[in-house]
């Protein structure tokens, strides 16, 4: 099945404690991208990767890292966390295509707590 | 900013009913998307329509796009309960910009 997966599904953590959000996509597709998603505020993209070893930042990268060192996998990595990245995360993946006519594939998200 | 809004924020109809959201952008797209989103979950794509289109349809979905007015509408026909979700429009222009979304509600 076609699908993105996303690792874990709930995390709770305290302030400082580095943490790591897996996301993995089975459709070979080139475009990844990470959003979060907060009441008010809507959907607001982290990062993104247009294929392996290209990564660029969206409208909210501060506090964040990612790496796309193979092209089914773009993780999510909080060096020192704080309470105001408490949201909920979501990957995407879509391939690229001509004139960027493709959906977005979601993962299911991942809703993290900061303490 | 190049978010889109969306309007109304939330509606609630009886089942059977036709629902219908509104969804306006800023700049110049190359496409625009809706998408659904079930509490909690991830967003599921419903349609996109290319901006040299003026109207597209799936199913009960019917979504037509004025690009001179730069808004978008979708259009849910017979809604059922589990129509019951918030719906986003997404804009393509150098990237994929939401709206913070519709939530709809069908009421048995």
């Known amino acids: 099945e076609a699908q993105v997966t996303q690792n874990p599904r709930y995390l709770i953590t305290v302030t400082g404690k580095k943490l790591t959000v897996t996301c993995s996509q089975n459709?070979?597709?080139?475009?990844m991208s990470w959003y979060r998603q907060d009441p008010g505020l809507g959907l607001r993209q982290i990062y993104y990767?247009?294929?392996?070893?290209?990564?660029d930042k969206g409208d909210v990268p501060e506090g964040y890292k990612v790496s796309r060192k193979e092209k089914r996998n773009f993780p999510l990595i909080l060096e020192s966390p704080s309470p105001n990245q408490t949201s909920l995360y979501f990957c995407?993946?879509?391939?690229?295509?001509?004139?960027?006519?493709?959906?977005?594939?979601f993962g299911n998200g991942t809703r993290l707590t900061v303490t | 900013s190049q978010q889109g809004e969306e309007d109304p924020q939330a509606l609630s109809i009886q089942e059977g009913e036709n629902a219908t959201m509104n969804c306006s952008y800023k700049?110049?797209?190359?496409?625009l998307q809706w998408y659904r989103q079930n509490s909690g979950r991830g967003l599921v794509h419903l349609i996109l329509?290319?901006?040299?289109?003026r109207e597209k349809h799936s199913g009960r979905l019917r979504v037509t796009l004025d690009t001179s007015k730069k808004s978008s509408s979708l259009l849910i026909t017979a809604s059922r309960a589990a129509d019951t979700a918030s719906y986003f429009c997404?804009?393509?222009?150098?990237?994929?910009?939401f709206g913070q979304g519709t939530r709809l509600t069908i009421n048995p």
């Open positions: 995407a993946s879509s391939l690229i295509g001509t004139g960027y006519n493709s959906p977005l594939h």
């Open positions: 459709m070979n597709h080139e475009y």
């Open positions: 990767s247009m294929n392996v070893e290209v990564t």
């Open positions: 700049t110049s797209i190359n496409n």
């Open positions: 329509i290319r901006s040299n289109e």
């Open positions: 997404a804009n393509r222009a150098q990237k994929l910009v």
